[in-house]
């Protein structure tokens, strides 16, 4: 298994949709940091201490029971372009600033890349699982396996009041992240999404976009997960964060509801008007794709599209990113020419028998 596996193929296994309720929740992730004890923490090490930790860290992946989950492909960030770097990012497969700014950073990824292991980011581990659709326990259940499996040989920073020590103050305790990508055009376009992100952070919530803390919710992607890492179990911090996303759930479904029944002709003209744009547009850029693909995705859920499979608009979302565009122009792209290959490579997707 190579790099150039991760790269050409723009669907990951989470992609593929056929989770629970995956018309709404597009991926559950949980991410675990964990440092180890001797050494400081990647900001503050020299290249030699975070050369000692990658070393530390693959030797503890010789461990059979790992294996025993997945084949693992090992990716080291200083052998890698700068266009492959951002494609792992569209892929959330390495983190923004692992592909930036890491001294002897690493990746390791598994055969289905519904497992990323990233070595020298903000901390010395980040431990991610992502599924499709709403699948956070079991994310969770797989994580902490490969978390334990880690530490059966690897002395963790842990403090018996603050528990695990992190790098960012935030991570402390638990140092988990459990987060739901979620697609709520209806509740946008009912204009009830900014009273249910209020209601959302008033829980102990996070709401951020496709790319986390920074990144802006285009497409109507929101990202929701946790604030809170200490003092709460880790049970706790997920049940909390599946609750809510059963809430929202139901929401948007109430939502679709409403908009079929009472504006079914508005939404009808909107979702096949987006349809047709894409499927002849000769320029598009990132943020009119991001929203046409919304449209058509939820056209397709609520049944006033047919023809069309959500996978399709799943896959386009990461397709449509700059580095992929790069990646298949095998060259580095100007924003005018990204706009031109975005619209034909969309065109050329939507023609496609198994679309």
């Known amino acids: 298994m190579t790099l150039q596996h991760f790269t050409d193929n723009a669907f990951s296994e989470w ?22 004890k001797e050494f400081p923490f990647p900001i503050m090490a020299s290249a030699q201490q975070s050369r000692a930790v990658l070393e530390k860290v693959l030797k503890s992946l010789n ?5 025993q989950i997945s084949k693992f492909a090992f990716v080291n960030l200083a052998d890698l372009p700068d266009l492959q770097k951002r494609v792992l990012v569209e892929k959330h497969l390495i983190s923004p600033s692992l592909a930036e700014e890491s001294r002897n950073g690493a990746v390791i990824i598994s055969e289905n890349e519904s497992i990323s292991i990233m070595i020298n980011e903000e901390d010395h581990l980040r431990i991610q699982v992502l599924y ?7 994310a969770w259940r797989l994580a902490s396996r490969i978390d334990d499996l880690f530490e059966a040989s690897l002395d963790y920073a842990f403090d018996e009041q603050r528990g695990y020590l992190t790098s960012c103050p ?18 946008v376009i009912t204009q009830q999404i900014g009273r249910m992100l209020s209601a959302i952070t008033q829980v102990g919530l996070a709401v951020r976009g496709l790319y986390g803390e920074g990144s802006e919710a285009t ?9 809170i890492t200490l003092g709460q179990s880790e049970e706790e911090i997920i049940d909390n964060l599946h609750s809510v996303t ?6 948007e479904r109430a939502a679709r509801k409403s908009l079929l029944e009472h504006s079914k002709a508005k939404i009808y003209d909107r979702v096949n008007r987006s349809l047709g744009i894409l499927a002849y547009a000769g320029i598009i850029d990132s943020k009119e794709a991001a929203q046409r693909l919304s449209d058509v995705r939820l056209g397709i859920d609520i049944g006033l599209i047919s023809g069309v499979s959500a996978n399709a608009m799943n896959e386009l979302m990461v397709m449509t990113q700059p580095g992929f ?7 580095m792209l100007s924003a005018d020419e990204r706009d031109i290959r975005r619209a034909e490579l969309i065109r050329h997707r939507l023609r496609t028998k198994d679309k």
């Not at 593929?16 to 440092?35: C, F, L, Q, Y």
């Not at 497409?219 to 604030?227: A, E, H, K, P, R």
């Not at 059963?246 to 929401?251: M, T, Y």
């Open 246 to 251: 059963r809430q929202i759930i139901e929401h």
């Open 170 to 187: 935030t991570n402390v305790g638990t140092g988990i992240r459990a987060s739901v990508m979620m697609h709520l055009p209806a509740l």
């Open 15 to 36: 992609m593929k949709g056929g989770g629970p309720d995956a018309d709404i929740v597009i991926s559950s992730r949980i991410r675990i940091a964990r440092n180890i």
């Open 219 to 227: 497409g109507n992607l929101f990202q929701i997960s946790n604030q």
């Open 132 to 138: 499709p659709g709403l699948q956070i326990n079991e």
């Open 63 to 67: 461990n059979d029971a790992l294996h």
């Open 325 to 331: 565009l790069q990646q298949y122009a095998g060259r």
